[in-house]
């Protein structure tokens, strides 16, 4: 292997502190949860060819039946032309079918099918088993403390979109904290 480092670059052999109040403990415990977090539905996905991007989309179609392009795009904070490709592929599956708007014919709703709702919940069953087994481990009545931590770890004026989820679908309706 070949040294490809600047010839005045200087190694710093240290490792990164907390020194600058940084939390690094919680850091790496997100790095290293959403990596495990998303491996089960990765080794799925695989399968189709799909990837994360994909995941996403079935996720929030299938959460909110009817939701528009432009809502989608609001929601996932991704470019119309990345969601252009993964929604493409989506459709041209079976996975996900595109209406016109009964209000406004330029609106595209996205509602999801049978294959679509099959494989939203095959990605969704081994993170809602590690979330389940996790909430064990630390107590049941820790999970409102989690579910608020989580929410204050959203944009202030994004969470909002938060609650758009179907309450009556999650057992519980975000505003009750």
Do not use: C, W
């Amino acid at each position: 292997m070949t040294d490809r480092s600047h010839p005045t670059a200087k190694p710093i052999r240290t490792a990164i502190t907390d020194e600058d109040g940084i939390d690094f403990a919680i850091i790496e415990l997100f790095f290293f949860a959403y990596r495990d977090f998303t491996s089960d539905p990765d080794q799925i996905l695989a399968d189709y060819g799909f990837g994360r991007a994909h995941h996403r989309v079935l996720h929030f179609v299938n959460r909110r039946p009817g939701l528009t392009v432009a809502e989608l795009l609001d929601v996932l904070k991704i470019t119309k032309q990345s969601l252009a490709r993964v929604l493409k592929q989506l459709i041209d599956t079976d996975h996900v079918v595109q209406l016109q708007g009964p209000r406004d014919r330029r609106q595209r709703e996205l509602y999801p099918t049978a294959k679509g709702r099959a494989l939203a919940l095959a990605l969704a069953r081994p993170q809602s088993r590690r979330i389940h087994a996790a909430l064990e481990d630390s107590g049941a009545t820790e999970r409102a403390l989690i579910e608020r931590f989580l929410e204050a770890m959203v944009n202030p004026e994004l969470r909002a979109q938060i609650d758009i989820v179907p309450a009556k679908m999650s057992g519980k309706s975000h505003g009750d904290h």
